[in-house]
């Protein structure tokens, strides 16, 4: 991930995220010379934004202080977390809003 293109306030509004539960999944992608990715997100979030719940069927989830190609040393899919503090980037071109989020800090927690 292009973390300074999302930070390019033309191409994206990015928002701060505190205090935010979520359950953390996981996906295998491939590209186009066949190699694996791991790509976690979330489903279903309600974030409020400018005093209105914004609802996003799934966000790309991104840990800035663990190893995005090894973080279920830390996570496992399922697992609900608690984003302490993060950035949620809007892409402002497409129709359909597809969202990214920066977990800067987070917490385990308990079922």
């Known amino acids: 991930m292009n973390f300074a293109k999302l ?13 935010l539960i979520c359950i953390v999944n996981v996906r295998y992608n491939k590209d186009k010379n066949l190699k694996i990715s791991k790509e976690w997100y979330t489903v279903d979030l309600k974030i409020l934004i400018h005093s ?8 790309i989830l991104f840990f800035e202080h663990i190893d995005n190609d090894n973080p279920e040393f830390f996570l ?10 993060g950035k949620l980037f809007l892409n402002k071109i497409m129709l359909k809003e597809k ?13």
């Open 99 to 111: 969202g990214t989020l920066l977990i800067e800090k987070f917490i385990h927690v308990s079922e």
């Open 7 to 19: 930070l390019d306030s033309n191409l994206y509004n990015n928002y701060s995220i505190n205090d």
């Open 76 to 85: 496992q899919p399922g697992q609900k977390i608690k984003i302490i503090t």
């Open 52 to 59: 209105e719940i914004k609802i996003f069927s799934e966000l």
